[in-house]
């Protein structure tokens, strides 16, 4: 083995790999207020490179959300049930090292759009390297159909009745409908 390459001894052996006898593991963190097809697509794109995905929906009591934290969880879930062996949908506070670790993997995945996602995800995964040095952060970029989409966008478009499917999954969009009281 090349003296550069640090061999597996270098790190405590539960932190040596997210590749553990269940596979390899990652996390999918963010608001998701709501899911978007944008968000499934690196689901999606995700699942063919890890065995498992947990997706970590942030609950950020000083932030105002469209959605209870406990509506986005149900709202993945629903739109995810297919994979369900493979998908984990979990809500977390606080840091997201710590919620990282809690699970025993090191593996954070983004999705990157613009050049705008850049600064501020490269900002993020530096300072998650900061805290938790073991931890890496695995960027997907965005397909191109998916470029403009988000969950702000989705937002603006919803309570003027404007047509989201090509958005967000169905059921979301049933979640929206309810929300501002259209069927
Ligand atoms: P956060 O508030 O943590 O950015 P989001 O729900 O907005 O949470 O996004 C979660 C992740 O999904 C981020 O990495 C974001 O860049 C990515 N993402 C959001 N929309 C898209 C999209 N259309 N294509 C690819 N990645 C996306």
Do not use: C, W
Not at 4 to 25: F, I, K, L, Q
Request: aromatic residues 8%.
């Amino acid at each position: 083995m090349s003296k550069n390459v640090p061999s597996d001894t270098d790190s405590a052996p539960e932190r040596s790999s997210s590749r553990s006898r269940e596979g390899t593991r990652a996390i999918f963190p963010g608001s998701f207020d709501p899911l978007t097809s944008g968000h499934l697509d690196i689901i999606t794109r995700g699942l063919k490179i890890f065995d498992h995905l947990t997706v970590g929906v942030l609950h950020n009591p000083e932030k105002r959300t469209l959605f209870s934290v406990d509506e986005r969880v149900k709202m993945i879930q629903e739109t995810l049930q297919g994979d369900a062996e493979r998908i984990t949908v979990k809500s977390f506070s606080g840091l997201l090292v710590s919620f990282v670790e809690e699970l025993g993997t090191h593996v954070i995945l983004r999705g990157l759009r613009a050049t705008s996602d850049f600064d501020y995800e490269a900002q993020m995964a530096l300072m998650n390297r900061q805290l938790s040095p073991h931890i890496e952060t695995f960027f997907l970029m965005t397909s191109e159909r998916y470029s403009y989409v988000s969950s702000s966008l989705v937002k603006q478009i919803a309570p003027y009745g404007g047509d989201v499917s090509h958005l967000v999954p169905p059921q979301v969009r049933k979640a929206l409908a309810a929300k501002f009281s259209r069927t």
